[in-house]
């Protein structure tokens, strides 16, 4: 009798279901209890197969077990098929503007480690991405640099007078901009911008940032200890120590080496946390060491998958215990992020760099228990800490976080910090001490000529300012002549060529003339602001100081700027005889440019004052220095919205200043932004608003030789 009526019997395991309970309705029933006509609770396996050990299949289009009705929840193949499905419709949205940057629905596929894929902009996962402490948004800079205006009422960050943000918003305020057709000028910027110098679009914009890569596809606990091959990996490593670390020699190489070695042997799990974070720094930088014109995007995506994985590494010892591996990550960052728009991460990871070396007393080495090396290290990275003060202060005209009087100049001592040929580590480390001195002198410069760029208005006589401008260029002038001969700043009219030298010494000397010319310009500057201010009303005397000695200054200024925009034009024809005497298209590009606005705002000053014979040059020759300076942008160029942007601004500007002094035509379109709005932003990449571009090597701008 049981059986023919299995369905009758009792189950065997009563506390499957307790007595007195409803069975739940279900819409379909399981294949044996349809067969039987018995009652099926529509679980998988339902409780009558269960216990007669049947096997249990229902039949539904889905082939998976249907839903008890009243339940709230779905079965996760139809959840998956929906999410699927929501995935497709987001990705052909992305698809449609790929200029934007449009977060994809996390995948539950497992994502690739590789650094292209990591990379890709269509694999970007807000759910896996780096800590959101440095997930923050980029300034309101989209990939290089376009940002909406704002008034300057409404900022959120501060860039004082010895900023480029500063200065190129006092040219266009000095210039009398048209408040009318802002949108017209919008759109037809936004259309240059999406034109390379080919005149081809560039269907890949190189929407690289850090903070914005942040927001992509970041790097996962599973990946976090990955690493390249090992020939790409000693590759980048080899790229490093033998160009980046020859301009900041403070990581010592042989120390370096024997944990990289270390890591190799016994995996990098074995490997400290703020030291794996240092290598992909590194591997950051290295990555970004390119051609002396702008890279391609993937470049940059690559370099950034780096970055994030370093921040993945170190993210949970950033307010721990300091250590020096720590400090040096802080450091590095600065080093690559300067690369890019992210100016509120590069003033981040400064502070924390600056804190760390006060809590470490690197300011103050005593400890007789260091051995010789250690303290030679604690002291470049005290070093390296100042040198990033100076420039970023001049670059964000911001107060120093390191005051003057914080400060002894003291030469490092000979320990080689690389293995590289004894004359090139000399050289390297002169170029070191030189540029410490000359960091000095940028820090008076702050200070007397900028006010400490704390924004406080000042008033100071005629002659107190043209004595202060010429007890600057005195230190400057004593700086050079103190420079040894290898080191000479390159002069106006010189070639440049190897000659019995190294490349890499001719390649600091480059890089140490453009510092000073920068120096020079930085010093200068304010000559002009002090006379195109328009509510300067001057008096006799101050008109016959600017015919004689203002005059000085003013052709000095012409003369430095000239230095600037030829060596540049030198080094991209030295690089089409595969001659990288620089190799940095992200220097090359800011000092042109930089000097250019100096140049422009000569210009507004001989038409302001157009009755005094200011300098013994032409304003057609000043003109033709600027179209120089564009020619270089041009040549600059492989894609980089970047510059694109400069050479856009540069032309606006010019069209102005021509139609202003009818020598040449109007401009076609509107110059319609307003002097208080952040137009500087939204026309140029923060990135090279600046004065000195980048102390340490910025990633995308060192020029390196071939790998072997």
Not at 264 to 281: A, D, I, T, Y
Request: proline letters at 6%.
């Amino acid at each position: 009798m049981a059986s023919e009526h299995p369905d009758i019997q009792p189950s065997t395991d009563h506390s499957r279901r307790p007595p007195g309970r409803k069975r739940q309705r279900v819409s379909v029933a399981c294949r044996s209890c349809r067969t039987r006509k018995s009652r099926c609770d529509g679980s998988t396996p339902c409780s009558t197969c269960y216990d007669l050990g049947f096997d249990c299949h229902y039949e539904q289009p889905s082939q998976s077990a249907p839903v008890a009705a009243g339940s709230d929840s779905l079965h996760p193949s139809i959840l998956d098929q929906r999410l699927q499905t929501i995935e497709k419709r987001l990705d052909s949205l992305v698809s449609i503007d790929r200029y934007r940057v449009v977060p994809a629905v996390p995948s539950p596929v497992a994502t690739s480690s590789s650094v292209e894929q990591l990379a890709a902009p269509s694999d970007r996962n807000p759910e896996t991405q780096t800590d959101p402490a440095f997930s923050r948004r980029d300034d309101g800079v989209d990939g290089m640099g376009a940002v909406s205006l704002k008034d300057e009422g409404d900022e959120e960050e501060y860039f004082g007078e010895s900023s480029n943000v500063a200065f190129l918003r006092f040219i266009v305020r000095t210039i009398g901009c048209s408040n009318n057709g802002e949108e017209t000028t919008r759109r037809q910027r936004t259309d240059t911008l999406a034109q390379s110098k080919h005149g081809n679009s560039n269907p890949h914009p190189r929407n690289c940032t850090a903070t914005q890569q942040l927001n992509g596809n970041g790097q996962t606990h599973e990946n976090m200890h990955s690493l390249p091959s090992k020939e790409d990996a000693d590759g980048m490593v080899h790229l490093y120590f033998t160009t980046v670390n020859l301009m900041i020699p403070c990581i010592h190489e042989d120390s370096f080496r024997q944990m990289y070695q270390y890591m190799w042997r016994h995996g990098p799990q074995r490997m400290s946390k703020p030291w794996l974070g240092s290598l992909n720094l590194i591997f950051a930088i290295a990555k970004n060491i390119i051609t002396p014109t702008s890279p391609p995007h993937d470049r940059a995506f690559a370099s950034n998958a780096f970055y994030r994985r370093a921040m993945d590494l170190v993210k949970t010892y950033m307010f721990g215990p300091i250590s020096l591996d720590l400090m040096q990550v802080f450091l590095l960052a600065v080093v690559y992020l300067e690369g890019t728009t992210s100016s509120s991460l590069v003033w981040t990871f400064h502070g924390m760099a600056v804190k760390s070396a006060y809590q470490l007393g690197l300011h103050s080495i005593t400890s007789a228990d260091i051995s010789e090396i250690d303290c030679e290290i604690r002291r470049r990275l005290w070093h390296w800490c100042v040198l990033n003060d100076r420039f970023l202060s001049v670059a964000y005209g911001r107060p120093p976080l390191i005051p003057l009087s914080h400060v002894r100049l003291q030469t490092c001592s000979s320990h080689p910090f690389s293995n590289m040929p004894v004359d090139v580590h000399s050289s390297s480390l002169a170029y070191f001490n030189a540029l410490m001195s000359l960091t000095y002198i940028i820090g008076s410069t702050v200070d007397q000529m900028y006010g400490q760029n704390l924004g406080f208005p000042s008033q100071i006589s005629m002659s107190e300012f043209a004595r202060r401008i010429s007890e600057l260029q005195w230190q400057l002038a004593q700086w050079q002549d103190n420079l040894p001969h290898f080191l000479k700043t390159i002069t106006y009219g010189e070639t440049l060529n190897c000659g019995p030298i190294s490349l890499e010494v001719t390649r600091l000397r480059v890089l140490l003339s453009l510092r000073y010319q920068g120096a020079c310009v930085l010093v200068l500057r304010p000559i002009l602001r002090q006379f195109l201010t328009p509510s300067f009303e001057p008096s006799l005397s101050q008109l016959n100081w600017l015919q004689s000695h203002g005059a000085v200054f003013v052709a000095d200024l012409v003369q430095k700027c000239k230095d600037v925009i030829e060596l540049s034009k030198n080094i991209l024809v030295a690089s089409k005889e595969d001659k990288n005497l620089l190799g940095a298209w992200w220097f090359s590009c800011f000092y042109t440019f930089n000097s250019s606005l100096a140049v422009i705002g000569v210009l507004l000053l001989q038409k302001s004052w157009d009755t005094i014979h200011l300098l013994p040059i032409m304003p057609t020759e000043l003109r033709a220095v600027l179209d120089t300076a564009m020619e270089i942008l041009l040549d600059l160029d492989g894609g980089s919205k970047t510059i694109v942007k400069c050479r856009d601004t540069l032309s606006r500007l010019l069209a102005i200043v021509d139609s202003k002094r009818g020598t040449d035509e109007a401009p076609t379109s509107p110059f319609t932004l307003t002097p208080s709005s952040l137009w500087a932003w939204q026309g140029l990449d923060q990135g090279l608003l600046r004065f000195d571009a980048s102390l340490l090597l910025a990633p995308e701008t060192t020029n390196i030789p071939d790998i072997p």
